[in-house]
């Protein structure tokens, strides 16, 4: 553990915004991107340091989603062609998922803003920054907030010293598709929000909704922490999966088991099997027994839709091979009850003895300012209803769509035109974007400068103590696209000059002041106070990754059925008698990346349906509604409707219906606007009674024809796996024939 005679916190504050001399920018010995003055233009005689046909690699760190995942950019003749991963990262050793893969269509996107915009005309920089100055000094900086997605690294610190200088405490950190009551159940079972979850280790996982190989926390990570799980030669066997959820995941179709439990129920279920464990002979513990001896098989099975047999089954299963795992996923959370949901599934980890064997310590980098601040959606709405009640007269916007994902019963996007002035740095014109006043077109993550600490702190095979800890680069990979187009730290400094221009007038760009931050804290960062300045800065941008030593954070079994009341079944409205699940996929995400046709182009994993949404139906029920594949339908809640196309899945339960959420762009771009139906906007204003979170999955809806019919677009060919009636797509293999125990 990190102590404060390790290094003195205090300079560190000093470094993020000024006490040091001013480093002056040098290139970087085979390219001179780092000054900032080179558009990009045909070679037709190539620089000295290009070697043509012959790839460069730097290391970044992929903006594509929150994991933070590290990733080596191919460069050839000036150009970023690919992006791989990176071997040295703890995170995805040298793995990298298709949304990842997809960043580098965001780079050269033809659809991205190329200068600022005032009321959608052209204009200066130098004219955007005074008219935010101007702006600014009519209004109090109580009266100025600033909503951004989750943050972390040198960025962070520079909007939190931009909020100071304004006198603001109004920065809100808001995630469309958040994990905040996951956070918040896993802090009272066991001390940390988010910690290290050890598939690998595990001989079973039982997971509640959690798609670790789709789209949750970290999921490349977790997908290769899978393969380790599953190979038949490692100590403890070839691990057996158990994924339960109402609707089936990427992660369900790869489970030796998928049960299909009642939407709500999952905590129900979890203090099923405690009970059934119980009666099994295990252990449990008094204030868990209070609670779990009333869930009797029988009443769990009537609630939950899952037969006695099968509970009895999973206690079987769990008490049978140990060490286990259980994950709650965004299925448990989606509840008014979500907390009370996750609680119960925390109980299962400290009955079956996993706490400190497969849910593990983990670490928090020892500067407050550079770590993760993490987003929900319960800000979004304290930034709603400061907006509604005229609170706030400046609004500034970067990495977030609110007017897209809110739902339309909050009426955001009327209180956000209530402001006086509205400022959206953006990529692209997206709903937001054109609601602002002022739009300030940013770099893409590949022409961009940056620091990222990931808020899943992974470790690395050969180092899995409690306190490593991490911090990455962002680095550009080439000269920038469109060359009026600026990173979000120089627009940052800018705004920083004009309230405090003393203290930051040594530090011409972000760049100076990201390198000198680093160069200050090199001791801290793992370097000597002997290293030469210019080389451990090089080192350090050649690995993309700066691993030290972090503040341990030990997990605790302390998960405690006190307090633990989950609601009795109810029965569906007759009007609305269907709930609605809106589904994350591992592309689409929450529709921040929906401007990236190979995106749209890559096939559901499960429907393999391309450029459209659709809503999925189970076969039962859309029998009873007369509902074929194709029809167009209309799925309707008390707050909102949307039209799409039916697909009949089994792999959901008869009493949900799930749509994808990410499409229905009204803006953003030409691969994005139109495609596709906003579920977002038809979300009832239900939410977690213990966090505020939004309850995704507390919408009920009922399902009607419009009397239009469709081919539905998809990759999975014609029925009966060949290709134009004569070859086989993929050869089917008898289970009986296949050994398991080995990969194949």
């Excluded at 509640?208 to 030669?233: C, E, I, M």
């Excluded at 009426?411 to 402001?419: G, I, V």
């Excluded at 190979?598 to 076969?619: G, K, R």
């Excluded at 990759?715 to 134009?724: A, K, L, N, T, W």
Aim: charged share 20%.
């Amino acid at each position: 553990m990190m102590t404060e005679n390790d290094f003195n916190r205090r300079d560190f504050l000093k470094v993020l915004g000024w006490g040091g001399t001013a480093v002056a920018l040098s290139g970087c010995g085979n390219t001179s991107i780092q000054d900032g003055q080179e558009t990009v233009t045909s070679y037709v005689e190539l620089p000295s340091y290009v070697i043509p046909s012959i790839s460069n690699y730097f290391n970044s760190t992929c903006a594509q989603c929150d994991a933070g995942c590290n990733i080596m950019g191919r460069v050839r003749e000036g150009r970023v062609l690919k992006a791989e991963g990176n071997p040295n990262s703890p995170i995805n050793r040298g793995k990298m998922c298709g949304l990842g893969q997809s960043g580098v269509q965001a780079h050269y996107n033809p659809d991205r803003v190329r200068q600022p915009l005032l009321k959608g005309e052209a204009i200066t920089w130098d004219k955007a920054l005074g008219v935010i100055a101007q702006n600014l000094s009519a209004v109090k900086g109580a009266e100025v907030a600033f909503l951004t997605g989750g943050m972390s690294g040198h960025v962070q610190a520079l909007l939190g010293n931009y909020m100071d200088a304004l006198g603001s405490k109004n920065h809100f950190s808001y995630e469309a598709i958040s994990p905040a009551v996951l956070r918040a159940a896993n802090k009272k079972a066991y001390g940390v929000s988010m910690p290290r979850y050890r598939i690998d280790k595990a001989k079973v996982v039982v997971s509640f909704g959690a798609d670790f190989l789709g789209a949750w926390v970290s999921p490349v990570h977790f997908t290769q922490q899978y393969a380790q799980f599953r190979k038949g030669n490692r100590p403890e066997g070839r691990g057996v999966l158990v994924q339960i959820e109402p609707k089936m995941t990427l992660t369900g179709a790869n489970a030796d088991r998928w049960i299909a439990v009642r939407p709500g129920t999952e905590g129900v279920l979890a203090l099923g099997i405690i009970n059934a464990l119980g009666k099994a002979g295990l252990s449990i513990p008094a204030d868990i027994a209070a609670v779990s001896n009333a869930y009797t098989a029988e009443r769990v099975s009537g609630e939950t839709d899952v037969s006695a047999e099968q509970i009895g089954k999973l206690a079987a299963l769990l008490k049978e091979r140990t060490p286990s795992l259980v994950l709650a996923g965004g299925a448990v959370e989606g509840y008014a009850h979500g907390s009370q949901n996750a609680t119960a599934i925390a109980l299962l980890n400290r009955v079956l003895g996993n706490v400190g064997k497969t849910v593990e310590a983990t670490a928090s980098v020892p500067f407050p300012q550079i770590a993760p601040t993490v987003g929900n959606r319960s800000s979004l709405i304290g930034l709603n209803d400061g907006l509604a009640a005229g609170k706030y007269k400046v609004v500034f916007s970067y990495g977030v769509n609110p007017v897209f994902s809110a739902p339309a019963s909050l009426k955001f996007r009327d209180n956000f035109a209530k402001a006086e002035f509205k400022v959206a740095f953006a990529q692209y014109m997206d709903e937001t974007a054109l609601a602002a006043d002022l739009v300030l077109p940013l770099d893409s993550a590949m022409e961009d400068w940056g620091t990222v600490v990931p808020e899943y702190m992974a470790a690395p095979a050969e180092d899995h103590s409690a306190a490593y800890a991490q911090m990455s680069f962002r680095q550009p990979l080439m000269q920038k696209v469109f060359p009026d187009t600026r990173g979000v730290g120089d627009i940052l400094l800018a705004l920083l000059k004009q309230r405090e221009a003393d203290k930051y007038k040594e530090f011409e760009d972000f760049y100076s002041y990201l390198r000198s931050a680093v160069l200050k804290n090199k001791v801290a960062l793992g370097g000597k106070a002997t290293d030469d300045d210019e080389t451990f800065w090089d080192n350090t941008l050649s690995q993309g990754i700066v691993p030290f030593k972090g503040i341990a954070n030990p997990v605790s079994a302390k998960a405690s059925a006190a307090g633990l009341k989950l609601p009795s079944a109810v029965t569906a409205d007759s009007s609305y008698p269907l709930r609605l699940i809106p589904a994350v996929s591992a592309s689409m995400r929450d529709g921040r990346n929906a401007n990236e046709p190979w995106l749209q182009e890559s096939p559901d994993p499960l429907t393999t349906i391309v450029w459209d949404s659709w809503v999925e139906i189970n076969p039962k029920t859309a029998a009873k509604l007369g509902i074929v594949e194709g029809d167009i339908v209309e799925v309707a809640s008390k707050s909102g409707s949307i039209r799409t196309q039916a697909y009949l899945f089994p792999g959901i339960h008869p009493d949900a219906v799930s749509v994808p959420v990410g499409y229905g762009h009204e803006a953003m771009g030409r691969y994005a606007k139109g495609v596709g139906a906003n579920v977002f906007g038809m979300l009832d204003t239900v939410f977690d009674k213990e966090t505020g979170e939004l309850a995704l999955n507390e919408t009920s809806v009922k399902i009607s024809k419009v009397g239009q019919r469709v081919i539905i677009v998809k990759e999975e060919g014609p029925v009966g796996g060949s290709q134009d009636g004569k070859k086989k797509i993929a050869v089917q293999v008898s289970a009986d024939k296949v050994d398991l125990s080995k990969e194949v």
